[in-house]
């Protein structure tokens, strides 16, 4: 089964902005070389033409089996990049996503869980 991660952020640490610049070809090659090496099936960064930049500038969304996603999540460097983006980003934010087949298993789960409670 696959999952995904999203990473999102605001804007740049004042005084850090060459640095954040930096980790982001650093992470973008990161997950390219993931996507190369056929760890995740999916690696693409965005950025906000519109919104609260404050708050929100990008996202990064990644795709892949759960166990390889697991992998990443115990890898160094990725940590590494992790602790960088706290100090460098304003409202760094990292969310785990349910797709694709997870989808119709959570909807599966949650009308269990209904049933139970009937709701």
């Keep these: 089964m696959e999952t ?3 990473f999102t952020w605001g ?3 004042p005084g850090r902005e060459a640095q954040a610049l930096d980790l982001f070809a650093d992470v973008t090659t990161y997950f390219g070389k993931k996507m190369a090496d056929a760890k995740v099936t999916y690696f693409e960064p965005f950025l906000l033409k519109t919104g609260d930049f404050n708050q929100e500038q990008g996202f990064m969304i ?3 089996p759960a166990e390889e996603i ?3 999540e ?3 460097e990725y940590d590494s990049n992790l602790g960088k983006a706290h100090y460098l980003l304003e409202h760094f934010k990292v969310d785990y996503l349910v797709v694709g087949e997870g989808i119709g298993e959570e909807l599966e789960r949650g009308a269990k869980v209904r049933t139970l409670l009937k709701i």
């Design 4 to 6: 995904a991660i999203r």
């Design 11 to 13: 804007k740049l640490v």
């Design 62 to 64: 990644v795709k892949g």
């Design 70 to 72: 697991a992998r990443i």
């Design 74 to 76: 115990q890898d160094e």
